[in-house]
């Protein structure tokens, strides 16, 4: 299908679905949006949901493989280089070079990066596998520390403990040196974690977790008595590297865990090839959709070739970066619709820093993306830099009379009403010339109408 038939294909779905809960993507003063819908990260982010794949900083050189990743994805996930044997090699002793690359291109891109993994049994330096006890315990810790204070302010969200439970029908704890050194290995690292970059999601990630069976009840039971005792837990991720079935409650499982009050996301998506992918891949797209708190899906690839699972061309895209079947099924499952993801999602903090010298008008420009339903909208601001780089920016938006902002993300708000003011939080106050970032606001009534007014510094 052409961009300009999925493009139909995608307003006659909005239109038809009828009832009030119709999401209707308009653009003001974007040019583009039509077109962005026909990618995977442009169609996610119209319900507020992200589309990423993991990808390998040694790739970053092939122009296929960063031409579709470019186009198509709005969040990345490193597949090795940010693990444990990856970041310290020798204990004390931090590299952080390939990690950066890959999150250098997920930032560059405007995308979300998802840091993967500070904790696992597996892909640990061999001076780790061979400490236990206390020493392992401090390490371990000194480990989560280092590496999520030197990504701090910059990940979306992090699997801070990967698979950790046992298979099989207990629903307890896998054996490993980090399970040695006390049940509460878990908790002490999100607690680290947290400390460390407090704006960060924190997740705990695993895999045959993605239906109700006694593995996932276990990772269940953990995260409700974490919320219970206030243990820093944001989200869980599900990592579906899924064979030639879906569990039918795949989609329950997932609402069962947002019930307990946190986020879930598809971690890892990978299907077996065979004549049901392309739906499969759909079940899952849709499930997450259907799902308020699943806040995005990441495939664990771009290519068949560049896949873990040699030989299962499990991935989206064939080995010569075209699209496949399943490509289409998941665009389709995202232009489709489902509820909006309440705008809480990536780092939300305080300003803790405010431009130094007043903004200066005219140095910066902002267009508004609606996604409106019956009664209210989200708002996605995107803030560009003219030709000298900001260092602060202010954005007015004008509102129509009777609605209010009820919630601002990735910037700070003034007003509700009328003249609503946002200026940039500490974290993307810096625009690179030409550059630019994006915040968002949920609103009641009808979205602005008026292209906003953009100060810099
Ligand atoms: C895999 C990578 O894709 C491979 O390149 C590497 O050799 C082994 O690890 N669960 C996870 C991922 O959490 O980190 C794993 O990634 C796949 C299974």
Redesign the pocket.
């Known amino acids: 299908m052409n961009p300009r038939s999925i493009l139909r294909r995608r307003r006659s779905l909005l239109l038809s679905a009828a009832g009030a809960a119709v999401v209707l993507a308009a653009s003001v003063a974007v040019a583009g949006t039509a077109e962005a819908a026909s990618t995977l990260g442009a169609s996610a982010a119209q319900s507020g949901r992200y589309f990423g794949a993991?990808i390998?900083a040694g790739k970053l050189g092939d122009s296929t493989y960063t031409g579709i990743l470019t186009r198509e994805f709005n969040a990345v996930t490193p597949?090795?280089e940010m693990?444990w044997d990856a970041t310290e090699p020798s204990q004390g002793r931090f590299t952080y070079t390939n990690g950066d690359r890959i999150l250098n291109q997920g930032l560059s891109n405007g995308s979300k990066v998802r840091g993967?993994?500070l904790l696992?049994h597996?892909?640990q330096p061999s001076w780790a596998q061979s400490l236990s006890g206390s020493a392992l315990r401090s390490a371990a810790i000194n480990h989560v520390t280092q590496v999520a204070t030197h990504y701090k302010g910059k990940i979306y969200a992090w699997?801070v403990v990967?698979?950790a439970f046992a298979d099989g029908g207990g629903g307890g704890r896998r054996d490993s040196n980090l399970q040695r050194t006390g049940n509460d290995w878990i908790e002490a690292a999100f607690r680290a974690a947290h400390t460390a970059d407090p704006n960060a999601k924190l997740c705990y990630?695993d895999?045959n977790t993605d239906g109700v069976n006694a593995k996932s009840t276990g990772v269940y039971t953990m995260v409700r008595d974490f919320k219970s005792r206030g243990v820093p837990i944001d989200c869980v991720g599900f990592?579906s590297?899924l064979g030639t079935g879906i569990p039918g409650d795949y989609q329950a499982n997932l609402q069962r865990f947002a019930d307990l009050g946190v986020d879930v996301q598809i971690t890892?998506l990978d299907v077996a090839q065979g004549g049901n992918q392309a739906s499969i891949y759909s079940s899952v797209t849709r499930a997450c959709m259907a799902v308020t708190r699943c806040t995005g899906i990441t495939v664990?690839?771009i290519r068949d070739s560049d896949s873990?699972r040699t030989g299962e061309n499990p991935l989206l895209f064939d080995n010569s970066g075209n699209k496949k079947a399943a490509y289409t099924s998941v665009l389709n499952a995202l232009n489709a619709g489902g509820p909006t993801v309440p705008p809480t999602s990536g780092p939300t903090s305080p300003p803790t820093s405010s431009p130094t010298t007043p903004p200066s008008a005219g140095a910066c420009s902002a267009s508004v993306t609606l996604n409106s339903w019956s009664g209210g909208y989200t708002a996605t601001v995107k803030v560009t830099a003219g030709s000298a780089a900001v260092n602060g920016w202010a954005v007015t938006v004008n509102l129509p009379a009777g609605g209010a902002v009820t919630n601002a993300w990735n910037a700070t708000s003034t007003g509700t009403s009328g003249t609503v003011g946002f200026a940039n939080v500490s974290y993307n106050g810096q625009i690179p010339a030409g550059g630019s970032t994006e915040f968002g606001f949920q609103g009641t009534g009808s979205g602005p109408s008026a292209t906003p007014t953009c100060r810099a510094s």
């Open positions: 993991a390998a597949e090795n693990k993967h993994a696992w597996a892909q699997d990967n698979e990630n895999y990592q590297h890892e664990w690839g873990w």
